[in-house]
């Protein structure tokens, strides 16, 4: 099974900066697309940024600028450099991995246990 643990910090000053990372595991032949989401409460989960093995990187317009999602592919981790941040970039950010695996004729898709990012002075 695909598992993902995700590490970080989650309380910073507006305008400050915070990186999130997370590790996915597992018997992994290769990965599609590692992202980031995003839950803030009262609203939908939105998608934050994500990016596919074909090279692509997409972001919500929100971040654009602010945000920045890497990746470690030797070691299956993805990074998200959070800039700039504001009050309004609170939520729960979750890791979303999409991968084949060993002995499955499907992609697996797996979420991180999710981190609680707050942005308060």
């Known amino acids: 099974q695909l598992q993902l643990v995700e590490s970080g910090l989650g309380l910073v000053q507006p305008g400050g900066s915070l990186r999130l990372s997370c590790v996915a595991s597992g018997r992994i032949f290769s990965i599609s697309a590692m992202g980031w989401y995003r839950h803030a409460p009262g609203k939908e989960r939105e998608l934050v940024a994500i990016d596919t093995s074909g090279g692509s990187k997409n972001y919500a317009d929100s971040v654009k600028d602010r945000l920045t999602i890497s990746r470690e592919n030797a070691k299956n981790i993805v990074y998200l450099q959070m800039n700039g941040l504001k009050p309004e970039d609170t939520a729960a950010y979750y890791c979303?991995?999409?991968?084949?695996?060993?002995?499955?004729?499907?992609?697996?898709?797996?979420w991180g246990q999710g981190t609680k990012v707050t942005v308060s002075s």
């Open positions: 979303y991995v999409r991968a084949w695996t060993v002995g499955f004729v499907d992609e697996s898709t797996a």
